[in-house]
């Protein structure tokens, strides 16, 4: 990192435990989804994120160049879009049809200020997403596509069944960003 001494590194590297640990207790504080415990695949994964991106970015103090293509990714794929199970909706959801199910033919994001000052960034450039289930096969980067999925087709549009699950379960899907993005102070 250009301008920061390497021996800062070795100053912060022993605290890294204590600070990741705070970092997912501050994020509990601040959205309020994530004030429940956080347990299961979300809960490893924003562990795992969270300290691998303070490891990261004291990595790239000692060393820049040494930071590897996985640590850059896995930086990007923090991004997470939920559907979660409540009993207002119908059946228990987590979608909102009748049963419970729900369609996504497309996704988008668009980042903007914490503060609530200032104009969104505009679109995100998304280059990868992953889901967790689908009731039926299709290519999940047609999500990121411009032109949605025809409403009437399954094809090209990620589908939970909600009714095949015994226990109505949350589902997930992880995006990855071609490039860094955010604004100073939070996004």
């Known amino acids: 990192m ?5 021996e800062v590194a070795a100053v912060l590297r022993p605290v890294l435990p ?18 429940r415990p956080l347990e299961g695949r979300l809960g490893v994964t924003l562990r795992y994120g969270t300290e691998r991106a303070l490891r990261r970015f004291v990595d790239s103090i000692e060393a820049p160049a040494a930071v590897s293509e996985r640590d850059r990714r896995i ?16 059946r228990g959801g987590p979608g909102r049809d009748g049963y419970g199910h729900f369609r996504v033919t497309g996704i988008r994001v668009t980042a903007a200020p914490a503060s609530g000052n200032g104009q969104p960034s505009g679109a995100v450039a998304l280059e990868t997403v992953k889901v967790d ?3 039926s096969p299709f290519d999940a ?4 596509s ?14 939970i069944n909600a009714m095949r699950d015994a226990e109505r379960l949350p589902r997930s899907a992880v995006l990855g960003a071609v490039s860094p993005f955010g604004f100073p102070g939070g996004t």
């Open 2 to 6: 250009e301008g920061v001494p390497p």
């Open 133 to 135: 289930d689908s009731a």
């Open 75 to 90: 930086y990007f794929e923090l991004g997470r879009l939920e559907t979660l199970p409540d009993p207002s909706l119908p």
């Open 141 to 144: 980067t047609a999500l990121l």
């Open 18 to 35: 204590d600070l990741a640990a705070e970092t997912i207790r501050a994020i509990g504080r601040e959205v309020p989804d994530y004030s």
């Open 146 to 159: 411009d032109v949605p999925a025809a409403s009437g087709r399954k094809r090209n549009a990620w589908t």
